[in-house]
C-alpha cells in the first residue's frame, strides 16, 4: 500500500511538459540522459551475474575453462543438469529446504502472530514489560558460542531440524510490523465479535486473521525467503550430510572446488565443478527468482511499515 | 513461570503509564485501566496471556539464557559442565587475547573493511534514490527498482558463488582484465585483493534495496519548496542541494547511525564464505577469527570474551553516534 503511495505523487514534470510552460535548459536535458544511462548501466551490473550463471549452467566445460563463456552459452549441452539431478544428496537436500522453510515459517508464524496480537491490545496489563523483554534483544544478544552451547550441548539438538526451525522463529522486526497492523485493525469489528459470543480465541482465530491476510502474507514471506536462504545454522549444528539444507549442500560444492588445493592440479575436476556448481546455484535461486517478481511488492511495503513503527 | 513475570511488572507499569503520557487526558477520562490488579487483569484476560505463554518461554530460553551464558567470558567452561560454567577466572580470557598478536591483525582487519564497507555503501543507495527521483517514466522507474533489489534476495552462498565464479582465473573479471592485456590475476589468493571485492559484491548486493527508505522519505518532501526555489531562481542542482538532502536528512542519520553500530560484525557469513587461508592477512576478522578459536578449536570462553568486547564495541559505537547526531543536527534513535 505505501508503494501506490510512491507512484501518487503529483508529477509536475508531466505537467510542465504537457503545458510547456516551463522550457527545460540544456544542461537538464544532458542530465537526463546521462541519468537514464547510468542507471541502464546499474541494470546491467546487477543482471549480469546471473546472465552469467545461467550462460555456464548451458555451456560445455571446455568453454568455461578457457574463459569464453559471457553472455551467452558456448557448446550449448544438458548434461550438467544430468549430472546433478542424478545426485540423490542434492534431491535430498533440496528436500531438506522446503521442509526447514515450511516448518520453520510455520512455528515463527504462531509465534509472531499471537505474540503480536496479545502486544496490540492497550487494555493488556504489563504490556510495557512484554514489548520490551522484545525489543531489548534487539540491541543486546548472546554472542555466536553461548547459542552454541545451549542449542548443541544443552538441548542436545545437534543433527536435529529443531535446531534450524526453532532459535530463528522470533524476529522483533517482523513483531513490530505485525503489531502496529493488528493495533489499526477496526475494534468495532472485534467488538461485535465478542457481544456474538466469541472469546478472545475466537476473535483472533475468524474475525482477526481472516482479515489479516496482507500483513500475514508479507511476514510469511520473509521468514519463508530467510529460511529458504539460511544455511549457517545447519553448517553450524549439523554434520550429517543427509539432514543439509541446499545452500550448505552448495557451499560444500563450491569450497571443494575453489579450495587452495585446487589451484596447484588446476584440470579437469575444478572445470566440471565450476559447471556444476553454476547448474545447482541455478536450481537453487530458481524458485526465489520465479516468484520474486510476485512478492516483491509485500517486502516492500513491510520494509517501509516496520520503518515507521520499529 | 510467565505469572512471576508479570508480577514483577505490575508496579512500574502501574506507575508509570497514565501519569506520564497523557497529563491532560486524565481530567476528562480517570485511568480506569491503570487501577486494575493483577488478579482482575488475569480473570478477564487470560486467554489473551496465555498467547504469551509461547513467546515468553522462548525469549527466556533463546535469548535471555544466551545472554547470560555470556558470562562464561569470565568463568572457566567445562564440556558437559554447567552452561554458566564452573568457576570465577576474572579478566583472564581477556588478557588472553589483548596480548595475542594475532587478534590485533583480526581486530584491524575488522576496523578497515567495516569503515570501507560503510564509506562506500552508505552513500550509494543515496545517490541511486536521487537519481531514481529525476526519472520521469514511471515504468522504467519501476523497472529499475525491481531489478536493483534482486540482489537482496540471494541466499549469501549463492553471492559468494557468484563472486568466487566471476573472480576465478577463467571468469569474467579476468577475461576483461586480458582484453586489456594485463595478466590474469587468482584474486582470491591474493590478500590485496580482497577488500575491494568484498566491498563490490556488498555494493552489488545492497545498494538496490537500500534505497527503499530514501525513495520513501523522498516523497514526504513538499513540492511548495520546490516551487518556491523555482520562482526564487534556483537551478536544479541547488534545489537539490538545498531542499532534496534536507529532506532527507533524519533518514540518512538514522541510517547512518544503524550502519555504525553493525560496524564491528562486518558481514560474518560473506565474509566466512569467501575467505581462504592464503587471504588471512586481510581478509579475517574478528568473527571469523572467534567462529575458528571458539567453535572449530572449542575454547569457549575464550571465544565468548572476544565477542563481548566486540559486542561492547558495537555498544559504544552506536551510543557515540546517537550522542554525536543528536548534538550535531539533532536527529537521533532515541
Partial sequence: ?????????PDLAHVRRETGVIRESLGYRVFRVVNVTALLLVCAVTLYPFVNLVAKAFS?????AAGEVNLIPRGFNLDT?????????????????????????????????????????????????????????????????????????????????????????????????????????PT?????????????YGIFFRIVLPLSKAVLATMTLFYAVGHWNSWFSAFLYMDDKSLFPVTVYLRNLIAAATGTQEITDGGEAAQVASNIQAVTMLLTVLPIICLYPFIQRYFVSGVMLGSVKG | M????????APEARAAAPAREHPRRLRRKPPRRATVTWRRALARDWRLYTFLVVPVVFLLVFKYIPMLGNVIAFRRFRPGGSIFGDEWVGFYYFEAFITNQQFWNVFWNTVILGALTLLVTFPLPI???????????????????????????????????????LTALNGTVNQVATAFGADPVPFMQRPEWFRPIYVSSEVWQTVGWG????????????????????????????????????????????????????????????????????????????????????????????????????????????????????????????
Fill in chain 1, 188 to 200: 468495532e469489528l472485534e467488538e461485535a465479535a465478542a457481544i456474538d459470543g466469541l472469546t478472545t
Fill in chain 1, 81 to 185: 543438469f544430468q549430472v546433478v539431478f542424478a545426485d540423490d544428496l542434492f534431491w535430498t537436500n533440496y528436500a531438506n529446504t522446503v521442509l526447514y522453510t515450511v516448518v520453520g515459517t510455520a512455528i515463527a508464524m504462531a509465534i509472531t502472530s499471537t505474540y503480536a496480537y496479545a502486544l496490540s491490545k492497550p487494555h493488556l496489563k504489563g504490556r510495557t514489560f512484554f514489548v520490551g523483554i522484545a525489543v531489548f534483544t534487539m540491541f543486546f544478544s548472546g554472542g555466536l558460542i553461548p547459542n552454541y552451547i545451549l542449542i548443541a550441548s544443552y538441548l542436545g539438538w545437534r543433527n536435529s531440524i529443531l535446531a534450524i526451525v526453532v532459535p530463528g522463529a522470533l524476529s522483533v522486526f517482523n513483531l513490530l510490523v505485525m503489531k502496529s497492523f493488528f493495533e489499526n485493525f
Fill in chain 2, 211 to 334: 534505497t527503499i527508505l530514501y525513495l520513501a522519505a523522498l516523497t514526504t518532501i513538499d513540492d511548495q519548496l520546490y516551487e518556491a526555489a523555482r520562482v526564487d531562481g534556483a537551478s536544479r542542482w541547488k534545489q537539490t542541494w538545498h531542499i532534496t538532502l534536507p529532506g532527507i536528512r533524519p533518514m540518512m542519520m538514522v541510517l547512518l547511525i544503524l550502519n555504525i553500530g553493525s560496524f564491528m560484525a562486518v558481514g560474518f557469513e560473506k565474509v566466512l564464505l569467501l575467505q581462504n587461508p592464503l587471504v588471512y592477512s586481510t581478509g579475517d576478522v574478528i568473527a571469523t577469527y572467534l567462529y575458528r578459536v571458539g567453535i572449530q578449536s572449542a575454547q569457549f570462553s575464550y571465544g565468548t570474551a572476544i565477542g563481548l568486547f566486540e559486542a561492547a564495541i558495537g555498544l559504544v559505537l552506536v551510543l557515540l553516534a546517537n550522542t554525536l547526531s543528536r548534538r550535531m543536527v539533532g536527529t537521533s534513535l532515541w
Fill in chain 2, 2 to 9: 510467565t505469572h512471576s513475570v508479570e508480577a514483577q511488572s
Fill in chain 2, 127 to 165: 545517490v541511486l534514490a536521487l537519481m531514481l527521483n529525476e526519472v520521469r517514466s514511471r515504468r522504467f522507474k519501476r523497472i529499475v527498482q525491481t531489478i536493483s533489489y534482486l540482489p537482496h534476495f540471494m541466499s549469501i552462498v549463492i553471492v559468494a558463488g557468484l563472486v568466487l565464479q
Fill in chain 1, 60 to 64: 560445455s566445460e571446455g568453454y568455461i
Fill in chain 1, 1 to 9: 500500500m505505501v508503494t501506490e503511495d510512491l507512484s501518487r505523487k
